[in-house]
Nanobody, 114 residues
Framework: QVQLVESGGALVQPGGSLKLSCVASESTPAMGWHRQAPGKERELVASMSRGGSTTYRDSVRGRFTISRDHAKNAVYLQMNSLELEDTAVYYC???????????WGQGTQVTVSS
């Protein structure tokens, strides 16, 4: 099993910034971030392959940046210009080819409010 530990969620004002971190218990080829707001389905925010290819949902492109530190088995999400609509629980996930499936972290709460 791949263990994922997230951190960095907080309460922040609109226009503010946060950086989320996630550390995996082993190296994985793909890692990413999803989020789930109350009453809504979980949605992809951003993902990054080992080779550096990235995917962003349209609503965060230009505001959020995903990055990885392969030496630490970590993935980060720098979130700038936060909006009320970014409020959600943010989940880190990682794909393990050994296990043939995606693993998920426990989630970290991001609340954007004035």
């Amino acid at each position: 099993q791949v263990q994922l530990v997230e951190s960095g969620g907080a309460l922040v004002q609109p226009g503010g910034s946060l950086k989320l971190s996630c550390v995996a218990s082993e190296s994985t080829p793909a890692m990413g971030w999803h989020r789930q707001a109350p009453g809504k389905e979980r949605e992809l925010v951003a993902s990054m392959s080992r080779g550096g290819s990235t995917t962003y949902r349209d609503s965060v492109r230009g505001r959020f940046t995903i990055s990885r530190d392969h030496a630490k088995n970590a993935v980060y999400l720098q979130m700038n210009s936060l909006e009320l609509e970014d409020t959600a629980v943010y989940y880190c996930n990682a794909y393990s080819p050994i296990h043939g499936k995606w693993f998920w972290g426990q989630g970290t709460q991001v609340t954007v409010s004035s």
